[in-house]
């Protein structure tokens, strides 16, 4: 009771809600929610920042809803911990996995910038040079996670981020 009084001054909740929202300044483990960022079909994201190093992250939980579901919950488990084993610089860095008060997530680099996906409807259909230019350092990502022994599944538009470096180039992953 005294910790939640606690987080409450601070402008904080601790996560007990039964609810698949992470509501801003909920802390989750060592992270403290700063928003929500998207939500599919089995996990939400959330922008986040690691409490102890103050450093921008992305936390991708399974839904409440799946919590039970040990399959589903065993391979969201099991593709973070295959994809920690994955260093390429096209290749989104997964840096933490694990269980907190019964949700699986995991955890990634905070990356700037848009998907694939939103650049096409906004564009529509790129010149084959330019497709090209992203699509080369995608599937050397892909190949990186081959030699791993993973084989991603689900490449589509949606899952392509068109990362922003601290230079302005574009950096796929």
Do not use: C, Q, W
Not at 52 to 60: A, F, N, S
Not at 64 to 86: C, N, W, Y
Not at 139 to 153: F, K, L, Q, T, Y
């Amino acid at each position: 009771m005294l910790a939640k009084a606690r987080f409450r001054a601070l402008g904080l909740t601790a996560m007990t809600t039964t609810s698949d929202e992470l509501e801003p300044g909920t802390i989750f483990g060592r992270y403290r929610i700063e928003r929500k960022m998207g939500e599919g079909g089995t996990a939400a994201v959330y922008e986040a920042t690691h409490m102890g190093l103050g450093k921008r992250v992305v936390v991708k939980i399974l839904l409440r809803r799946h919590a039970k579901d040990s399959t589903l919950r065993k391979r969201f488990l099991r593709e973070g911990e295959a994809a920690v084993r994955i260093r390429h610089p096209h290749v989104v860095d997964v840096t933490d996995v694990g269980m907190h008060d019964g949700t699986a997530f995991l955890v990634m680099e905070y990356l700037e910038g848009e998907t694939l996906a939103g650049v096409l409807d906004r564009e529509g259909a790129l010149p084959v040079d330019v497709a090209g230019d992203l699509m080369l350092p995608v599937m050397a990502g892909v190949s990186a996670a081959h030699d791993a022994g993973i084989i991603h599944r689900d490449i589509k538009p949606d899952n392509i981020f068109l990362s922003r470096a601290p230079s302005g180039e574009i950096v796929p992953k």
